[in-house]
């Protein structure tokens, strides 16, 4: 059975960091292109990183760009979103996914087969 695990959420103020982490049970994450999406309220579940099976090919959302990086250990079958200088607007559910298309980095969260669970991040002024 394959799980995603995401932990390292929290409550933190403005211009505070948090460092996400994704743990992966039931498959090899080293043949899926793994991404963190977010979802705040009312809105679409949106792509914020992504990285390549390899771990050399990243993608960035255009805000966060600059403020996140996305790194994978494959060996420890983990991926982690590291993220800086955070803003009120990064407030809410990120989810960590895995896609099995190697050629792109995909972008769109149908293109992703498994995800895990969600955890709360909130950015208070």
């Known amino acids: 059975q394959v799980q995603l695990v995401e932990s390292g959420g929290g409550l933190v103020q403005a211009g505070d960091s948090l460092r996400l982490s994704c743990a992966a049970s039931?498959?090899?994450?080293?043949?899926?292109?793994m991404g963190w999406f977010r979802q705040a309220p009312g809105l679409e579940r949106d792509i914020v990183a992504a990285i390549s099976y390899h771990g050399t090919t990243t993608f960035y959302l255009r805000t966060v760009k600059g403020r996140f990086t996305v790194s994978r250990d494959n060996a420890a079958k983990t991926i982690s979103l590291q993220m800086n200088n955070l803003k009120p607007e990064d407030t809410a559910v990120y989810y960590c996914a895995a896609s099995s298309e190697k050629l792109k980095l995909s972008r769109a969260p149908d293109e992703y087969e498994y995800w895990g669970q969600g955890i709360q991040v909130t950015v208070s002024l």
């Open positions: 039931g498959l090899n994450i080293g043949d899926y292109t």
